[in-house]
């Protein structure tokens, strides 16, 4: 069974950790707001062409995101490429 | 008798399910924004051509709506292309 | 004596059955927003060219309608194009 | 004296009768919203193009208008071109 | 001194007259909102074009200004073009 | 050490005086709203190419400004484009 | 571990000096608006194209922020293009 996001948003697997690898660590108060987590599904621009980010990519995200689903148990949520603040590369 | 959607949107015939098939799960939470549903109808883009969802797809849906008819006994809704949050390919 | 919509609308005469013919029934709940009729008149796009609808048309529309006049003793509104759900043909 | 209007509205003189020539009336609950005139003189669009009504065009014609000028004692309002609902033609 | 007004707005000389010649009056309940005046000075559309009115043009103008200066002791105000309702050519 | 306005905004040291050279007087009512200054640094439109001013001009600019910074103990304000009103020509 | 900007904003390291070197102080009643920092990561513009800023620079920026990260320890904020004010080269 595979998702796919439609328009430009992706699907995110949520990752729930205080102190990320990399010392990257997102404030209580801030994480309300921005969360961390891993892009399981990438949906298109209108045109179908791609958007910038690629499925395994860890994002840091933004914005109040209600769109959530639970996939085998894990918490998941789709997010607008406009609430994606960054990728993190290792 | 067949409904035609006009721009775009698309007519869903809505399911209920708790837990949907493949471990697709809507948290209750959710539940109230996001649903499942399959496409009876599609409508089309103000140029004409293809919204990127066909009649037959398992969709899950977000934002609020209000557009909703019966037919032969059961719950229809249109929903805007831009609620279609993704589809689900079993 | 002939109406001619200007712009994106469309000039509906409104249809009060509960039942519509074919086993389309619009639920009480959403009747205050889907209402069905049969198109009497159509504008056009800014640039002239056709509306994806045709007078004679049976339309299901939503939104908020507050554009009435009365033609012969019937009660007939201005719909906006973006407003019309679907065409139902019979 | 002429009035020119500017950009894309017409200056209409308004009609207060209850009956419309032909059998359009528009009822009490919507007339403080739809009215009927006929225009006096008409706008353009930005690039100096003609908007779809003339002089001498009997029109209906919704949303709030505030922008009022009496002329000869007579009232006239000026109407964006995308209140203008239709053209009553005879 | 000249002022030379930015983007898509004129400078105004306000007129206060009841009666305007030519038997144009702005009764007083609109009077709060239409006034009329004379162009001082013209702005530009952003790509350098010139704006649909003329220095010396007497107006008509709605919306609510507040952009006002004092030029050797009389008022003026600076009106944006989209509130410019007409001229009024003698 | 220079300030270099990023888009479509420019630098200002604001001008305290009542009474303007050549006679234009910002009345107080509207003082809180219009002030004048001049321009100390230009950005520039998304595309790079230059903005309708240029420092060293002498404006008038309404809005309600907050982006406040001190220079060599002299207030200077970042003011949008679309605020400038006017430059005042000696 | 590098964290990449997407879309139109940048990844700052916040500086809290009340005198910035070469005499640009943000005032206390401005301070809770305008902020300086170091740029430390750049998105792009939807079609991949540059932003107007680059890695290393010194910037004064606006507008609310609530996207904080904390790398290593130091204060990083999420800044979108538009709410940079100015680049301040020494």
């Known amino acids: 069974m595979t998702i796919k996001p439609i328009g430009e948003r992706v699907l995110i697997k949520v990752k729930k950790e205080e102190k990320t690898s990399g010392g990257v660590y997102i404030p209580e108060s801030a994480q309300s707001e ?18 910038p980010v690629n499925e395994g990519d860890k994002i840091i995200y933004g914005g109040y995101q209600t769109d959530e689903i639970d996939i085998d148990g894990e918490k998941h949520i789709f997010v607008d490429l406009k609430d994606i603040l960054a990728k993190v590369e290792e």
């Not at 969360?35 to 298109?44: F, Q, R, S």
Request: proline share 0%.
């Open 34 to 51: 921005n969360k961390e987590g891993y892009v399981v599904a990438v949906g298109t621009y209108e045109d179908g062409s791609e958007l």
